[in-house]
């Protein structure tokens, strides 16, 4: 029983981290209808930021975020306004697949070429500090990084509901047409959008350094999870994507703890076939698919 | 079949047959076995992601089975028959994969368009793990060898490249004769609005997981010609997100759809690969001109060189006074008439 606890600990505090990651992948899709390969590379590219910052300048990688969410935010729109932005609309579901793709690759080996491709960590001194609560270990890190995940989806989810932009992207979700004749600028909000993206992508990307090592071809891990949890949530869903997260954490930790630990990964994609068996919408795609 | 296609045809599959014998220089043999070995992916992969409009990401995960299958069953073994026993258990293989495509297509053709094509990508890394974590299996990462092929050392090379013209011949043989019969037009119609083609009477289920399992059944087939071919195979190599992206990127470049865009785009591209492997591969600028070359390609001809081109033929004609609704003898087989989908004939 204590090594379930402690593996249910374990797995939310995991999938805290993966929920911040996911959401932003949501966010991207409600905007353009686009399925960003590229989610895992960005964060990969935040953890290397917030890799150099913190080893050339000693800046904490939790501080670090303040720099480079901005940063990628600027590369996220960028990379719309350059790449997706073109596409005809009829294709673009399609075509955005390979391009985002490509986006991917393309990040990948300008990681490589600045970076080398040999694992790093951001090794920070509370790096090994861990809490003792009820006889459950729970790692200072893992805390940190959830309780930023959580503070981070918050401020999103106020962005959303409490601003005009948001407002503004919300309505682009629901009906991009309507919204444009409301006076929304969707070329705005569809660039700003993947900007969004890619900023939680380079928050979460600071933690991820922090948490594992990484090099350059980690996206690809990376990027079979979260669309692993997108689906499972529903694509579109920022509350599925939530779900969907904390779902793969606690399989994968549970499975890690109670049987062979190189069938973790593998067992949630067993949960998602499984889902996608008896609801192939995703577990809340039918219900909340647009109401973001 | 048109005359003029016929002759196309033959003419293509003869020069391509010919080459080895003219030609002896290893590299350019080699060169040829790996585009035939993308032209044959490409093409397969355009049965589903083509003609019936399921943009499949997970295609080398059954290049992968069918190279394990190979390989788990020579390891131990000789290649018999003068080195041509591998070659000779290839309809098996494929018979064996297709079978295992019904069962995976069962399950994934629930979902459409980018779903699925996202699910697909899921499988793959399933299937990247599986072939890592199975170690009395597979071997892990460790690899698994196939028996060195006895064949001549000057012309090692010539089996594998016919071997791999033969599955050409079948993969856009299928190809053809999809897109001239009744299961064909099945796929066009769940391509162009699959929900209304249920209601038409349409069997759609069974067409698009039809073409599904022939489609990754010649995957897999050439998957084991690679495994003998390269003789020792690695999870991460047979298993490969590259692999899959290449085939997809070959047949958006030709035009999917088409009988010769896949094709044409694989002829193009698995050179131009090559060139940059070899001018930068010591570098990883290598992965940056790849995915440069890659997002030029799709920003400029989203539809494909041939659909492009038949477009361009269509205007000059129509230009030139021929009106341009009249339909060619033959859409299917006139070079890029269209992507060939119906939403397209109707829109004409």
Redesign the interface.
Known sequence: MHTVIQALILGVLTGGVYALMASGQTIIFGVM?V?NLAQGALVIAGAYLSYSLFTSFGLDPFLSILVTTPALFGVGAGLQWL?LR???EE?R???S???T???A??I???L??TYK?NYRTIQAGYADRSFTVGGYQISAVRLYAFLLSAALLGLLYLVLQRTKFGRAIRATVQNPEAAQLLGVNSRVVAAAGFGIGAATAAAAGAVYGLLYSFN?GSH?DLI?RL??I??LGG?GSIGGSIVGALVMGVVAALVAALGPP??S??SF?IV??AV??LR???LFGASLRGAL | MSRAGVIRALLFFGLLTALPFAVTEHWIVNLGVFTLIYAGLASAWNLVGGLAGYPSLGHAAFFGAGAYAEAIYFQHREAGANGLMPFLVLPIVGAGVAVLGLAVGWIAMRTRSDVFAIVTITLLFVAQTLAFNLNSLTGGSQGIGMPAAPFDVDTYERPFYLVLVLLLVVSMGVTWAALHSGVGLSLQAVAADEERARGIGVHVTGAKLLAFAVSVGIAGMIGGVWAYYVSFIYPQFAVDPLVTIGMVLMAYLGGRGTLWGPVLGAFILVPAQQYLAYQYGATQLYLIAYAAVFLLIMLLLPRGILPSLGHLLRRRRAAAGRSPDEPAQDPADHAGAGTGTVAEEMAR
């Open positions: 209808k399925v790449f073109p596409l005809r294709d579901a399609e075509l697949l390979l391009v793709f490509a986006v690759l393309g990948e080996g300008v490589s070429v491709t350059s690809y079979s669309l692993s997108v689906v694509l190189i069938w990964d593998f994609f998602l076939l996608l068996l192939p919408r995703g």
